[in-house]
């Protein structure tokens, strides 16, 4: 497993912009999927983007799609989600998970590291 730590999160208004990272401990980064997962006060922690290991594929739910983009530097042990275009819907505790894989996962059961959290709060 690795030690991943999340930050960038913050209040922002809708239409705003902020960009997650993920930064992991560890060497190997390069041979590890990254998830974003978000959870809101009361549902279900939901998938929300997934890149593999190389960063040549990646996934998004239907919600974000054309909003979020997920990357990394390998380089840096450091996964990111830019967020763009800021939705009151999209408040919620963004986390990043990772599991050794080249294939992406938008499953949480197929992840087992995650951070600890950071929150995202979007306001009118």
């Known amino acids: 497993q690795v030690r991943l730590v999340e930050s960038g999160g913050g209040l922002v208004q809708a239409g705003g912009s902020l960009r997650l990272s993920c930064a992991a401990s560890?060497?190997?980064?390069?041979?590890?999927?990254v998830g974003w997962f978000r959870q809101a006060p009361g549902k279900e922690r939901d998938f929300v983007a997934t890149?593999?290991?190389?960063?040549?594929?990646?996934s998004y739910a239907d919600s974000v799609k054309g909003r979020f983009t997920i990357s990394r530097d390998n380089a840096k042990n450091t996964a990111y989600l830019q967020m763009n275009n800021l939705k009151l819907e999209d408040t919620a505790v963004y986390y990043c998970a990772a599991r050794v894989s080249p294939l992406i996962s938008s499953r949480k059961e197929e992840y087992d590291s995650w951070g600890q959290g950071t929150q995202v709060a979007v306001s009118s």
């Open positions: 560890g060497r190997s980064f390069s041979t590890y999927r």
């Open positions: 890149i593999s290991s190389s960063g040549r594929m990646t």
